[in-house]
Structures are given as C-alpha cells and as structure tokens.
C-alpha cells in the first residue's frame, strides 16, 4: 500500500469539480459546453477510482487479506489512476508495427498508399488546442494538472 494520501486527492477532485460546473453556467456556444461536459465525466472517474482505492485500502487495513488478492487489486488501482489520461477532444492512437491508426476509439485505419510512385505511410497528426479557443477553462485545467498529477488532453486530430 503506497502512502499516498487519496483522501485528499479525493477532496482537490471534487473541489475541482464544482470549480468546473460553476463555470460550466458561463458557456455562451456548444464546443465549450462539450469540453466542461467532458472534463466533468473524466472528473467523476477519477473521483470513483479514489473511493476505489480507499474502499481497498480500508479492507487491507482490516487485515482480511490471507491470500494477497485485495493489496494486488490495490497496487493495479493505484497505477491505472497514475496514468490516468482525460481526453477533451480528440485521442489519436498510432500502431507503428501494423502501419495503422485509430481516432477516439474506432476502427483502425490503414496508413499506408501505394501507387506507381512507391509506397507512403501518412498518419494524422494531433494537434493542440490553443488557451483562446479553450477560453477561461485553460487555467482550470493547468491547475487541475499541477494539483492532482492527471494529465488533460485537449487536442484535435488534423489530416495532411
């Protein structure tokens, strides 16, 4: 059991959380109103994987754990919330092996083209997001990424 505290990560996600809603109430078109909407639902998640790891710990503290299966779940908890990654647009994953790609979970594309020239790979590329297209919710997600350690992904998926 790792000594991280999660009870207050748990506290910065939720005060986060209404910091986003209550800002949510200022958005004037759709794509920010999508984005606080995604935020939220990425916040909620982290928020359940804490309770998660405190309802784990809270059981291994009890010392119910002969078989090691609760401290194993545990350590498996913690680091899928370490890597936690919430997407606010767009998700590009890139198989280099098979030549292939996806957007936002798809289905996978062929990157590859040929014609009498040759052979060509063209992947799409990600794209930032600028903070005056993402307006006042940019600082919201600076400060949620240095306070909790979850990254935030605000990106588009742009084709050459």
Same mark, same amino acid.
């Given at each position: 059991m790792s000594d991280f505290n999660f009870l207050m990560l748990h506290a910065k996600l939720a005060g986060f959380?209404?910091?986003v809603t209550a800002n949510r109430i200022g958005c004037?078109?759709?794509?920010?109103?999508?984005?606080?909407?995604?935020l939220l639902a990425g916040l909620d998640a982290a928020i359940d994987a804490t309770r998660h790891i405190m309802a784990l710990q809270r059981e291994l503290l009890s010392g119910d754990d002969p078989d090691g299966m609760i401290s194993? =779940?545990?350590?498996?908890?913690?680091?899928?919330?370490?890597?936690?990654?919430?997407?606010?647009? /767009?998700?590009? *994953? %890139?198989? #280099?092996?098979?030549? =292939?790609?996806?957007?936002?979970?798809?289905?996978?594309?062929?990157?590859?083209?040929?014609?009498? /020239?040759?052979? *060509? %790979?063209? #992947?799409?590329?990600?794209?930032?997001?600028s903070d005056t297209e993402i307006g006042p919710l940019a600082t919201i997600i600076r400060d949620i990424a240095r306070e909790t350690g979850i990254a935030i992904?605000?990106?588009?998926?742009?084709?050459?």
């Open positions: 959380k209404l910091v004037d078109d759709e794509f920010s109103t999508t984005l606080h909407d995604r194993c =779940e545990l350590q498996g908890a913690e680091e899928i919330l370490a890597r936690r990654t919430i997407v606010l647009l /767009d998700e590009l *994953e %890139i198989d #280099y092996d098979t030549n =292939e790609y996806r957007v936002n979970a798809g289905e996978w594309h062929n990157a590859l083209a040929a014609d009498c /020239d040759g052979i *060509e %790979i063209s #992947y799409p590329a990600s794209v930032s997001v992904s605000i990106a588009r998926v742009v084709y050459d």
